[in-house]
């Protein structure tokens, strides 16, 4: 890390801050007092919780002069797709890595939506064959900045494996503050959770605002056990970067699972129910791979009972819209 306060170097990208609102129909649905923070309303393109994270990581970016951001990511990749937009609009050029981890998957879901958005972008595109491998998919990064840096351009590269800092979470970390500034009484915070950067970061920041909500990260790419154990990672390495972090503990890190099978990037019939049920009630979109998923936690949290009648429960909309067309076999066949 350079000495620069990791907190203070950022990139703007989001522009204005992203409403907080009731969702008073499927609130009175459920018997709870349910809101929703719209982050798939943020930044860049299709938004997404991307946005704040990029923040962070372009920061640092442009405080080595970078003329090049490397990233890399799943063929659907929002991540990827949002860092292509951002660095753009902020002058660099991009380079993203497409891994293979959703299995099965045809010809259209590797041309259609978040890729097709890349290819209007104008982002060099290369391809990994591995989803599972994140330091195989790391090193192909850093084997083409390498590639870069002979040939005269200052490549910045993200990395995705668990074992580097965590910029991105300081975003959700300076998130989590701001909704405990205005509004420290929730009682549940549902999330999804992937790298585990937005749902660490949220907690950290929500804690150190002096919010006492439980956190729920629903678990969108692996199982709640491994996906507890990320968290404890993600989040001690985040300690490093900020005593911000130090609010939070190992012990508030709460996950469910519930949604996840079949499994990462696929379309399950949990997801769908709570897709219907958001779009029908309050005209509001998820995605298949991310907010369908973390979205499920709500219903079926209330109907066991964990989450008790009346509570105050907001949801985080990451975003991810753009993948809804690059799942529409899936999405035709559920709907
Ligand atoms: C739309 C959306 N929501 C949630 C997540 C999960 O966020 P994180 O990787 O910070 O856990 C992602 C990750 O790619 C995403 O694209």
Known sequence: MSSLDPLACRASLLHEETPLHPLPAISELLGIDLHIKRDDLCGAPFGGNKTRQLEHYLGAAQAQDADTVLITGAVQSNFVRTAAAAAMSLGMQAVVQLEDRVPDVDAFYRRSGNVLLLRVLGAEIMHYPDGEDEAGADAALRARAEELHLAGRRPYVIPLAVDNPPLGALGYLRSGLQIAGEDAAFDY???????????????????????????????????????????????????????????????????????????????????????????????????????????????????????????????????????????????????
């Open 189 to 335: 915070v549902i999330v999804a959770s992937g790298s585990g950067a937005t749902h660490a970061g949220l907690l950290a920041g929500l804690r150190a605002g002096g919010s006492a909500a439980q956190v729920i990260g629903s678990c969108v790419r692996r199982a709640a056990d491994p996906q507890r154990a990320r968290l404890a990672e993600v989040l001690r390495r985040l300690r490093d970067l900020t005593e911000a972090a130090n609010a939070a503990s190992d012990a508030d890190i709460a996950v469910w699972d519930g949604a996840l099978t079949p499994g990462y990037g696929r379309l399950g019939p949990v997801a769908t129910d709570a897709m219907q049920l958001m779009a029908r009630q309050e005209g509001i979109l998820l995605d298949p791979v991310y907010t369908a998923k973390a979205f499920a936690a709500i219903p079926a949290l209330v109907g066991t009972g964990k989450i008790e009648p009346g509570s105050r429960v907001l949801f985080v909309h990451t975003g991810g819209l753009a993948a809804l067309f690059g799942y529409q076999n899936d999405l035709e066949t559920a709907f």
